[in-house]
């Protein structure tokens, strides 16, 4: 992926889900990741008039995507695909098959992730 597929994804996914289902009061949360952080989609976040949570650089990663790829893999293991459109039909079943609750323990762990982080003073938290 690069800034400009980041910015396809933002505007054609993300945008469109985001006005559908959170309104007007909401911020986006993402890593400094570079293709994130260019110039290009900084532009592309200041047109749309979007927030951006401040991410300090060499934070930890409380992302909870990060959980949803390991639960992907959790539900992948073992098998296997013979060319990239069986992977993504794979990935897509797999995704749909992760029940709504895991999602919201998710969202609900998140004042509990960044107090943990509060509390650890820059140093490593069990996320």
């Known amino acids: 992926m690069d800034r400009y597929v980041y910015e396809d994804i933002l505007e054609n996914t993300m945008r469109l889900w985001a006005r559908a289902n959170l309104g007007r009061s909401w911020v986006f949360q993402q890593d400094n990741d570079p293709k994130y952080t260019s110039g290009h989609v900084a532009n592309w976040f200041r047109r749309r008039r979007v927030d951006l949570l401040e991410w300090p650089s060499q934070s930890p990663d409380l992302n909870p995507i990060e959980n949803m790829r390991e639960e992907l893999e959790r539900r992948l293991k073992g098998v296997r695909a013979s060319n990239a459109n069986q ?3 794979q990935l897509e079943a797999a995704w749909k ?10 969202l609900d762990s998140m004042p509990r992730r ?13 996320y």
């Open 87 to 89: 992977k993504f039909a």
């Open 97 to 106: 098959s992760i029940p709504m609750t895991v999602v919201q323990t998710l």
């Open 114 to 126: 960044c107090q943990a982080v509060i509390d650890a003073k820059e140093y490593p938290t069990k």
